[in-house]
């Protein structure tokens, strides 16, 4: 086990190497880097001090060996915008970021489940094919349309709920958060909405494929001819054996809604890191879309990591057939 | 390319897989509507009312009209008109058509590379194929819009760059595929025989193993395409897509959200509905298929 986890670390780590060499080639090697780490109106002699300040006269592995001696200082430059250093300005917004995926995934898991289950009990019934029709909807429309029509009905027609923003905030351990006050829940419940659409479409497939595998296994028979009830053969063995993969992809799916977030941040105006990457890379603000990236980068890493280590230790399969593939 | 050789193997097996597919009345509504989208998409110019292109004919009094509201010129907009006095309907029938053209195009290049790349992967010694699988496993651990967007803002905006990102990912979701399905054909009866027959090893990947690998593959791709555009819708909408002299669905929702807070619905709802029946559609289609070839697909991969 040890050993399978130090060569995953190690491949981690390699990962980064990689995509942040790739970052900083996308970013600082093609095109013309002055251009776009100096500030447009800036003239001649600016020009050449800036260049030189930025270390751009120098050779490309050291330009490289000082952006990755600078990354772990935590130090990826200043926002042109906003004239503070990038990694301050996401870390800043990271919390209404994670806020938004941490409630869309409950609400995935709260209702996707419990339809999932259903839908794999009762596959041909009217309820479970209406689950399923609803399912494929919801993996087919496009997230950000219907966050569209969530503002046009609830907040244009109904007038219930606000249409962006993120409302009034407490502070809990200095980090504010929304969903402890009324307006923040307002705020927060649309977007949360929106970003937990596909999840729960996902989660409903997840569930009742598992369901309806777990209910022709003959463990499920076994324990139904023992007499024991449907409930309680639902309850202990068939939730039981379907958590694993559920779970799973549920902690690897983070990732992803974080990404996504991107897309929910932008039509609902909710000032996590999303919104900043869009409103950076449409003012050109390259500091902070490398920061974004390399942060985003770093948590990717390190969630597939998470991931895998749990597999080995749940599935030790996983461990004895080493790379994997 | 022989797209029709394996096709040959069943007994009429085109009339099978289309009998097998009509069994299902949602599909087959499906597979009309989408060919309904296809041709209103090929007829744009037909159809449409205006061009939405031609300044011209744009009139800025008619601008964000309600549907059905009657245009000056005598034609009606049945489903209203933007602000710069564009019949919605015209320029969604135009949306259309660059919406399809770039999923489909992004699509099939990109199973062109991964078909050649998961080939290649496939019959490459151990140290390259390796490498090329650790690459697509890393492509993959990461979501699509994610890469997407990082390429775009690395490299700019334009209807090429958004094809290339499109291409880009998801060329290793192909790759990976072929490869598998090619170690699977690899290891088979007809493989040897044409091995021992002292074929090349190009001739015998190209004329024996590629037939056998491709048919279920473009079903997939059928499926991915209606990904493609939704992915594509999402990057326009984001501002990061299309540019705005080719107006795709995206770009015209997007157009339409700063109106939606004043109650103009219209603007933004149409070319959405637009892009969901198109999405449906082609979904609904390429799981019908994929359902009616699946003991095909079974036996192909050994799930």
């Known amino acids: ?325 | 390319m022989n797209l029709a050789l394996p096709v040959t193997r069943h007994s009429s097996p085109v009339t099978q897989v289309f009998g097998e597919f009509a069994r299902d009345r949602i599909a087959i509504a499906a597979l009309l509507v989408l060919a309904l989208i296809l041709l209103a998409a090929i007829f744009a110019p037909l159809l449409s009312p205006q061009n939405p292109y031609n300044l011209a004919e744009l009139d800025i009094l008619d601008s964000k009209l309600m549907p059905g509201s009657r245009a000056a010129e005598g034609f009606t907009y049945w489903l209203g008109s933007d602000e710069q006095g564009r019949d919605m309907l015209s320029a969604i029938l135009y949306g259309l058509r660059i919406s399809l053209s770039v999923g489909v195009l992004s699509t099939f290049v990109a199973l062109a590379i991964g078909v050649l790349v998961g080939l290649v992967s496939a019959y490459a010694s151990s140290w390259l194929d390796d490498i090329i699988m650790r690459l697509v496993d890393l492509q993959l651990s990461f979501p699509s819009i994610l890469i997407a967007l990082i390429l775009l803002a690395v490299v700019g905006q334009g209807v090429d760059k958004i094809v290339i990102a499109l291409v880009a990912v998801q060329w290793a979701y192909y790759a990976r595929t072929v490869r598998g399905a090619a170690l699977v054909e690899k290891k088979k009866e007809y493989v040897e025989a044409a091995r021992v027959m002292a074929f090349s090893t190009r001739r015998i990947v190209l004329r024996h193993i590629l037939p056998n690998v491709l048919p279920p593959l473009i079903v997939v791709a059928t499926v991915q395409i209606a990904h493609a555009i939704a992915l594509e819708a999402t990057l326009s909408f984001l501002g990061l897509g299309m540019p705005i002299t080719s107006p795709s669905l995206g770009l015209l929702i997007a157009n339409g959200f700063a109106h939606l807070l004043s109650g103009r619905y219209w603007i933004s709802f149409f070319p959405g509905v637009a892009l969901l029946v198109t999405i449906v559609s082609i979904n609904l289609v390429g799981d019908r298929l994929r359902d009616v070839l699946n003991p095909r697909l079974a036996s192909h991969y050994g799930t």
Do not use: C
């Not at chain 1, 907040?155 to 969903?179: A, C, I, K």
């Open chain 1, 1 to 325: 086990m040890i050993s399978f986890a130090l060569r995953r670390l190690l491949q981690s780590v390699l990962v980064l190497f990689v995509m942040s060499a790739l970052v900083f080639a996308g970013v600082y090697a093609i095109g013309d880097p002055v251009a776009i780490l100096i500030n447009p109106q800036a003239d001649q002699a600016e020009i050449a001090a800036a260049t030189r300040a930025l270390g751009l006269d120098q050779p490309l592995w050291l330009q490289y060996w000082n952006f990755i001696i600078g990354a772990f200082a935590g130090d990826l430059g200043k926002s042109f915008s906003a004239n503070v250093p990038a990694v301050h300005l996401i870390l800043q917004r990271m919390p209404a970021t994670l806020e938004l995926a941490l409630t869309a995934t409950v609400i995935a898991v709260a209702f996707g489940i419990p339809l999932g289950l259903v839908a794999g009990l009762k596959p041909v019934s009217w309820i479970g094919r209406t689950i399923m029709a609803g399912s494929i909807l919801g993996f087919s429309l496009p997230t950000f349309w219907v966050g569209l029509m969530l503002i046009m009905v609830f907040s244009v027609w109904l007038g219930w709920l606000p249409p962006t923003g993120r409302g009034e905030t407490v502070e809990v351990f200095g980090v504010p958060v929304s969903f402890l006050t009324r307006d923040g829940l307002l705020h927060l419940l649309m977007p949360a909405l929106n970003l937990a659409l596909f999840k729960f479409s996902l989660l409903i497939r997840l569930t009742r494929a598992g369901t309806r595998e777990a209910l022709s296994q003959d463990y499920v028979r076994f324990a139904r001819a023992k007499g024991l009830s449907m409930e309680r053969v639902v309850r202990i063995h068939v939730l039981k054996n379907i958590m694993i993969p559920i779970v799973t992809v549920t902690a690897l799916e983070f990732g992803s809604l974080i990404a996504f977030a991107i897309v929910t941040e932008t039509i609902f105006a909710w000032p996590g890191m999303g919104k900043l990457l869009i409103d950076s890379i449409n003012v050109l603000d390259r500091p902070v879309i490398v920061a974004y990236l390399l942060i985003i980068l770093l948590l990717f890493v390190f969630l597939n990591l998470v991931v895998d280590l749990a597999y080995a230790v749940l599935d030790p399969r996983v461990r004895i057939s080493g790379h994997g593939t």
